[in-house]
């Protein structure tokens, strides 16, 4: 009786190597982001994503054909592979450039309207998004729904020609600046039995009657956040996204891209290179090269499993369990190199520095808490991974 | 084509070793013969040697799905010594490759020219799988020497998994021309990189069979009312063990497809193969603590399977360049390349 291992379920999809055509796409981003430093447009910045919004950079971006990438032509985007988008995102991840404002429209709100949007809703906002200058919020949490989404209270009621929409949304990022947000709201009753039911999605107009948006500072005092609240918000049928009681289904559908992409390890990037310069030309004791090497293997692996899943992405699977995999080590990674940098090079953190070491530090540290939260937290992740387990 | 190739060959070499394991009881350590005639019959011996010295020509990334498959059942057999190491270096040096199961050792020996061949002396420590092994391959210097353990005497000696680490004594042997010849170039730099790749393989099997144990213990045993994996204090632990486990496969797989890819002379195959080897190093700790402490006390137990791998995990890790060393080498690289240039060598992108 041959006795062989239980089978586990796919851990990590194989490895994936870039087209030939991406290392000049690479090289030309190299290009244009090193013009930019070197006319001082911005400075080098821990999580870039949350906090580094510059418009004029966004429509730069959109110029060379660097936003959109994946939407196609005919909606004025660049009919390339999500690969493409990820040597792309990957060097402005790496760079700390400032992506913010058009990072949500760019990474989720694109691919969602090619897969659920209607014709009429590509038409009106791929070209934007495409562009460079229509940004776009997330619109799921809520006071009492965190982790627990499909507890959400936010309801929609079918009025003359579409939906009444009452409720509050909170840890949006950028709304005071985006145009509109993917609301997730309930359109009908809660279902005790099958509480993903009666979820629809519906794309808000920020600046519409009744919408109140206010800003909940972070820790640092830096306004990012809001809340959003929606009394009585006419939405159209037309901006229905999707299938109306769908909204679960769609929502969680995206997530597998969300989870998996560079910036789920290179959010303090930016310090671990402003670390190799300061120890670069110094005398280092073993130990810490060994502290600095550890970072460097860990982030090569983590880059590795990220395109591991972004190829089995690109091939028409949703790798939910590696997707979350990534996310875990990489959110924790993202805090491990802040760590390294206060005990390899002495230097305090300084939150008024205009730039450098000291400032990336004190930014990282200060971010820190958001990693492992935002997209889920690593402990529903590790639920995720349970399941696919066959442990729950 | 490739894929469905690769899934044939995965199937293949788990049936082999899930075979072997079920022959032999927890206890039976050593060379394991009767899985080393199957693995010879079955072409898998000798995967990556030319056929012209007895291989079957297949790719790294072929023999990447085998060694993953023997490190994840314990296979006690010299695969890597075999194919990656001894084989490679005898043939690459323009000699014969011995038959049966070999091993390669690194070492300083004392080589006098006599005729057309030499006279030898000197102790090569830890030789895995001596005892069991037709032949010796040396890379001495830059010579490399065929030993042949009848002209040897070898002192048996054990890593924690009780796998063969035998001190072998060379005492004035003489070598004929075909046991001698130069060294290929930058054998010592190859021979480290071959072991480590092969030796990161075998730690991605050992630690995808500790969480596939874990996992299922988990949902057997009943505790409280209820099979410990229903606790969520388990199941996050076993998440955790399972990132690893997927760190590792992820770093091995992508170094084996950079090494068939660039060759063992290539700059990105040195580091991702130092990069692979100490994340798998790192991981496996991780991943042994979590497997015992899911299993309880009866993981910890002789008679229990588990620490067939949990052991190997723990020799392994060492072996070949612990974490410690690699990542010596890749904060020393990270260094050179400064804070500008740290990007494009994690990229391998210039």
């Known amino acids: 009786m041959t006795e062989t291992l239980p089978r586990l379920p796919t851990l990590v999809p194989p490895p994936i190597e870039l087209p030939e055509r991406a290392a000049a796409l690479r090289a030309e981003v190299r290009t244009f982001l090193a013009g930019e430093r070197a006319a001082g447009a911005w400075h080098p910045r821990a999580d870039v994503w949350l906090s580094g919004w510059d418009e004029r950079f966004s429509t730069e971006l959109a110029k060379r054909g660097w936003l959109g990438m994946t939407i196609p032509a005919e909606y004025g985007g660049h009919g390339r592979t999500a690969l493409d988008r990820y040597v792309v995102t990957e060097e402005l991840l790496a760079a700390g450039a400032p992506v913010a404002a058009h990072w949500v429209a760019d990474r989720q709100i694109g691919p969602s309207l090619m897969r659920f949007g209607t014709e009429e809703q590509r038409q009106r906002f791929l070209p934007g998004i495409a562009r460079g200058e229509v940004y776009f919020g997330i619109g799921m949490s809520e006071p009492d729904s965190g982790s627990d989404l499909a507890s959400v209270r936010s309801r ?28 997730l709201v309930r359109t009908s009753p809660r279902d005790e039995r099958n509480r993903h039911a009666g979820l629809s999605q519906l794309i808000v107009e920020l600046d519409a009657p009744g919408v109140t948006i206010r800003p909940i500072p972070l820790l640092t005092g830096a306004h990012h956040f809001n809340e959003v609240v929606l009394n009585r918000v006419f939405v159209p049928d037309a901006m229905v996204l999707g299938e109306i009681g769908a909204g679960w289904h769609q929502v969680t559908s995206e997530l597998a891209f969300e989870r998996s992409g560079p910036e789920r390890f290179l959010s303090t990037f930016p310090l671990l290179v402003a670390l190799v310069g300061e120890l670069a030309g110094t ?110 | 084509m490739r894929g469905e190739h690769r899934h044939e060959l995965r199937e293949l070499a788990e049936t082999i070793f899930a075979d072997a394991r079920s022959r032999a009881s927890a206890s039976e350590t050593g060379f394991d013969a009767g899985l080393w005639t199957t693995l010879e019959q079955a072409g898998l011996a000798r995967l990556t040697l030319p056929e012209a010295a007895g291989g079957s020509g297949g790719s790294l990334t072929d023999l990447a799905v085998v060694l993953e498959a023997a490190g994840a059942y314990a296979a006690r057999v010299p695969l890597v010594e075999t194919d990656l190491l001894a084989g490679w270096l005898a043939h690459a040096a323009g000699l014969e490759v011995p038959a049966g199961p070999l091993t390669a050792a690194t070492a300083e020996l004392t080589i006098q020219p006599t005729g ?72 010592t730099a190859r021979l480290g990189l071959r072991a480590a790749l092969g030796r990161t393989l075998l730690l991605a099997g050992a630690a995808r069979g500790a969480l596939a144990e874990s996992v299922r213990y988990a949902g057997e045993r009943v505790q409280f009312g209820r099979p410990i994996g229903r606790f969520q204090a388990i199941q996050q632990q076993l998440a955790l063990a399972a990132a690893e486990v997927a760190a590792v496969a992820a770093a091995s797989a992508a170094a084996a497809r950079t090494a068939a890819a660039d060759g063992f002379g290539a700059d990105t195959t040195a580091f991702a193969v130092a990069a692979a080897k100490a994340r798998a190093s790192e991981a496996a700790g991780v991943v042994a603590r979590i497997a015992h402490q899911v299993h309880g006390a009866i993981g910890f137990t002789r008679e229990h399977a588990l620490r067939l791998v949990t052991t190997r995990l723990w020799a392994w890790r060492d072996e070949d360049g612990s974490e410690a060393s690699w990542n010596d080498e890749l904060g020393a690289r990270a260094l050179a390349a400064g804070g500008e240039g740290l990007w494009p060598l994690v990229t391998g992108a210039p």
């Open chain 1, 156 to 183: 929609a009621e079918p009025v003359d020609g579409g939906w009444s929409l009452t409720g509050t949304k909170v840890w949006t990022s950028g709304a005071h600046r985006a145009h509109a947000f993917f609301a």
């Open chain 2, 116 to 187: 057309d061949g030499a006279t030898v002396s000197g102790t090569l420590p830890r030789v895995p799988w001596a005892r069991a092994a037709t032949a010796i391959v040396v890379l001495a210097g830059d010579r490399v020497l065929v030993l042949p353990p009848a002209a040897v005497e070898i002192t048996e000696g054990s890593n924690v998994a009780e796998e063969p680490r035998d001190t072998v004594t060379v005492a004035d042997v003489t070598l004929g021309p075909g046991a001698v010849a130069a060294a290929p170039d930058g054998a």
């Open chain 1, 283 to 392: 005398e280092l004791d073993r130990g810490r090269r060994q502290a600095l090497g550890g970072l460097v293997a860990r982030l090569w692996t983590l880059r590795r499993m990220s395109l591991a899943v972004a190829g089995s992405l690109e091939s028409g699977l949703a790798p939910e369990l590696a997707a979350a995999l990534v996310k875990d080590l990489g959110t924790r990674y993202e805090n491990e190199v802040i760590d390294a940098a206060r005990l390899l090079v002495s230097m305090p953190p300084d939150p008024g520095a205009e730039h450098g070491y000291a400032r990336l530090l004190a930014d990282a540290v200060l971010h820190a808490p958001g990693f492992t939260l935002r997209g889920g937290t690593n402990e529903v992740l590790r639920g995720i991974v349970a399941r696919g387990l066959g442990l729950r």
